[in-house]
């Protein structure tokens, strides 16, 4: 009964959802190339890369969240959380001091990491075990990490170890320019990675089916809850990761860091294509939403004739546009 | 006058839909006389309902004309049908559970005071007076989900009869009744038909069908089969109709007694124990053997799919347990039921399966590592999907399409693919085949005797007296969420399930 065209593999993997996105980027970019004489450099790949890198990071976990139909808003909060004890134990452990002991520097790197996972596993739980959706748990979790952030610094500037501060601005030089930026090649692994076990191990597939049709993953013997907790413990590590990296772009951190992060990560996500209703999307759409909304930014600053007050505004409208036209291919399906 | 009265209410001429290069329905004629119940039956797939979501003007681009009181009219939305008179009520739950009858009865539409507020007592007043011209015993101020699927569907019935409707398509409405609640219906069904309101009758309940229509109209691969008057008609003749060349899927008549089995000696591999579940049912003592079927039979709200639901660990227990080989499984917990074999087939596909995922994925899901080991690859899984989707007779057998994307009998076949892929020690039916046509019955209950023949025990709850006689060996009763009666090793028929209910 079913129709050809729909049966085969080759047409379903083709359908206009799944390239709208790619077709706003590539539209997004020939309008940029058109309108900015400078921005087909390679400079201009390289910021677009070196500013995608951190919203890729969170993206990717964040994407984790989304598929298994769950939302954490916390992402922003968790990475500013996560600098800001980096840069509290520097202060403490390593002080001023002109050298980095190794093993110093790495507990002053893991043990925000590490309490971001910590974060991510108590949204989780109080979450699966409340029946509150992730949404209100989140939310409380966000004005906690934020408030944590602001009591552990007292709101002063604090100082980064120098390896963030390479990771966030350096990398594989060409011609005494930075080309690709480590922190890009960072991002990259983590979407890789997310990719990896989102399409190849059995916990990915969990996380898609616990978003698509959770009683049917539970009668099927799918531990749900454990599900739902993971994917908020790697939200929350990503977050802590993107935190890191941002903060070594910006070589210290101030509580004005990461303020719409969790916005712009959201909108990546979504503008790939992953659902915000679970069970359909992945990593690689995820990508492209990034690259997308990173050009759209990076693009609108090389426009010159662009009154600056008028940037986020455009920014928004574009944003809108793209995202309606997504969700409309993707109903008509 | 006699024109006038040979003039059919509403008349379809050569009415067809055709999905992409699907043709659902060709050419098919149907004419619907005033004050007339006229049945529509047929397979799944046999275009009932395309039928009926051309007159509910859910399918704009339709093929052919329909006339209305001799007039052609063009059905392209909803709201096109509902002004022309013709409303649709759907089986599912329809109406707002958490607002009141009055209310709902009134839904969009409500009567506002000179001050724009609502006017509530004319509303109560007003429902009142609609719902006792139809006979319709219930109180408007209590919330709707406070009564019964039947009352529901009531309600609905006289929403749209008061909101100007001429013509009424029931689709399935006593598939979810009891034999008392559809006799309810049905005494509402023959008021409106002598108020000269036009009735189709869509259901798979072929006795439902004979005893309330005046004419049956077949439908067959969406092509109309015949229009007959029910004068002279009977079950087996109809579901010759239905089913065409293949007579011999027609299911038995059940008038007679069939001879159920003794308890077997053998030791029971499924135990429950002074099970309850509150709100549910009570007390619940049970035991089934491997190889045997014990069939659960109650009328909808009885309790006895509640009791599969919770063996299978859907539902957690309020007191008691349960035993697989006397080891007793964590109660609320489907993981653990699974690991021990004991698995859970429920009446809803949209349960069971994420219907926008491949069908590879959702057979896999619960023996992914056995199926599809530490690295999963499409290629692999696919390929470790096709043939058990072959074995359950899966059409089509592709394991790419989405699982949404098959009918309702064979996205229950998919959930037989998913288990067929480990090993079933305890099989729980919750009315597996409900809303399937014959044949699609057939090929499911037909996997359930290959399970049971290799040495599965399986408990099948069922609101269907022939299903039970059909495939249990025993029988228990279950009535307001206790076990009344067992059958076993007696000889028993419709009529005495029914009233031991």
Request: glycine letters at 10%; aromatic letters at 6%; proline letters at 3%.
């Amino acid at each position: 009964m079913s129709d050809l065209s729909n049966s085969s593999p080759f047409f379903r993997r083709w359908d206009a959802r799944d390239i709208a996105p790619l077709v706003s980027l590539a539209v997004l970019v020939v309008f940029f190339t058109l309108a900015a004489p400078n921005f087909l450099k390679v400079a201009t790949i390289t910021a677009i890369l070196k500013q995608g890198s951190v919203l890729a990071i969170v993206a990717a976990g964040l994407t984790f969240v989304l598929l298994c139909a769950e939302i954490d808003l916390s992402v922003g909060m968790a990475a500013l959380w996560c600098a800001c004890l980096c840069g509290w134990l520097y202060q403490r452990w390593i002080g001023g001091g002109s050298s980095e002991p190794f093993m110093t520097t790495a507990a002053v790197l893991l043990v925000p990491l590490a309490s971001c996972l910590l974060l991510g596993f108590l949204s989780g739980v109080l979450t699966v075990w409340s029946a509150l959706p992730s949404f209100i748990i989140t939310l409380a979790m966000m004005f906690i990490a934020e408030g944590s952030s602001r009591y552990l610094t007292q709101s002063k500037l604090l100082k980064i170890p120098e390896v963030l501060a390479v990771l966030g601005n350096d990398g594989l030089q060409s011609g005494g320019r930075v080309v690709v930026p480590y922190s890009a090649m960072l991002a990259a692994g983590v979407l890789v990675a997310g990719h990896v076990v989102l399409q190849h191990t059995r916990f990915g597939r969990y996380v898609y089916m616990t978003g698509g049709n959770r009683e049917a993953a539970r009668l099927a013997g799918v531990r749900t809850g454990r599900i739902v907790v993971a994917c908020l413990v790697i939200s929350a590590a990503t977050a802590g990761l993107g935190g890191l990296v941002n903060a070594g772009r910006m070589t210290n951190v101030t509580l004005d860091q990461n303020k719409d992060l969790l916005l712009s990560a959201v909108a990546c996500v979504v503008l790939g294509g992953t659902s915000l209703f679970g069970g359909e999307g992945g990593i690689g759409k995820t990508a492209i939403g990034v690259l997308t909304f990173t050009t759209l930014n990076t693009g609108l600053i090389q426009i010159t004739w662009i009154n600056d007050l008028a940037r986020q505004l455009l920014t928004g409208v574009v944003l809108m546009a793209a995202l309606v036209i997504n969700g409309v291919l993707a109903k008509r399906r | 006058m006699t024109a006038a009265t040979e003039t059919p209410l509403l008349e379809c001429r050569r009415v067809g839909k055709r999905f992409g290069g699907i043709v659902a329905l060709c050419d098919v004629d149907f004419s619907l006389r005033a004050g007339e119940v006229h049945g529509v039956v047929g397979g799944n797939g046999a275009g009932k309902s395309t039928l009926m979501k051309v007159l509910a003007g859910a399918l704009p681009d339709y093929e052919g004309t329909v006339l209305l009181a001799g007039q052609p009219i063009r059905l392209n939305t909803p709201q096109a049908s509902l002004a022309e008179g013709i409303a649709m009520v759907y089986q599912e739950l329809s109406g707002i559970g958490q607002l009141s009858v009055a209310e709902n009865l009134f839904l969009g539409r409500q009567p506002t005071t000179r001050l724009g507020r609502i006017d509530w007592t004319t509303i109560r007043r007003k429902a009142r007076e609609w719902l006792a011209d139809l006979e319709i015993d219930v109180e408007v101020t209590r919330r709707l989900d406070s009564y019964p699927l039947v009352v529901r569907q009531m309600v609905e019935i006289a929403r749209a009869v008061h909101s100007g409707a001429r013509v009424l398509i029931l689709d399935e409405p006593t598939s979810a009744l009891s034999p008392p609640e559809t006799r309810r219906l049905f005494a509402l069904v023959q008021r409106l038909r002598s108020r000269g309101v036009a009735i189709v009758f869509i259901s798979h309940f072929i006795e439902d069908v004979l005893e309330i229509c005046d004419r049956v109209t077949v439908l067959r691969d969406g092509r109309l089969v015949e229009t007959v008057p029910k004068a002279g008609l009977d079950k087996h003749e109809l579901i010759r109709k239905m089913l065409g060349h293949r007579l011999e899927a027609a299911e038995v008549g059940y008038e007679t007694g069939v001879r159920l089995r003794a308890r077997t000696r053998e030791l029971p591999v499924f135990v429950a124990e002074e099970l309850s579940l509150a709100g549910g049912f009570s007390d619940v003592c049970l035991e089934v053997s491997p190889g045997e079927c014990l069939g659960l039979y109650g009328f909808v709200g009885a309790g006895h799919q509640e009791l599969v639901q919770t063996l299978g660990g859907a539902r957690r227990a309020s007191s008691g347990r349960v035993l697989v080989d006397s080891h007793p499984i964590q109660p609320g917990d489907p993981h653990d039921s699974v690991c021990r074999g004991v698995v859970l087939v429920t009446a809803d596909r949209a349960q069971s399966l994420f219907l926008k995922g491949e069908i590879y994925k959702n057979v896999t899901l619960a023996h992914l590592r056995r199926v599809a080991g530490r690295w999963l690859m499409r290629s692999r899984e696919a390929g470790a999907t096709r043939p058990v989707l072959q074995r359950v007779g899966c059409r089509p057998p592709d394991p790419l399409l989405a699982a949404g994307d098959l009918s309702g009998g064979n996205q229950q076949k998919v959930v037989f693919a998913r288990w067929l892929m480990g090993e079933v020690r305890v099989l729980l039916l919750d009315e597996p085949t409900r809303g399937m046509d014959v044949a699609a019955k057939e090929d499911v209950m037909r996997l359930v005797a290959g399970l049971k023949q290799q040495g599965t025990a399986v408990i099948l709850a069922s609101s269907e007296p022939g299903m039970l006689l059909t495939h249990a060996d025993r029988i228990l009763v279950m009535s307001r969420g206790r076990v009344t009666r067992e059958f076993a090793d007696i000889e028993t028929d419709k009529a005495a399930l029914i009233r031991s209910a």
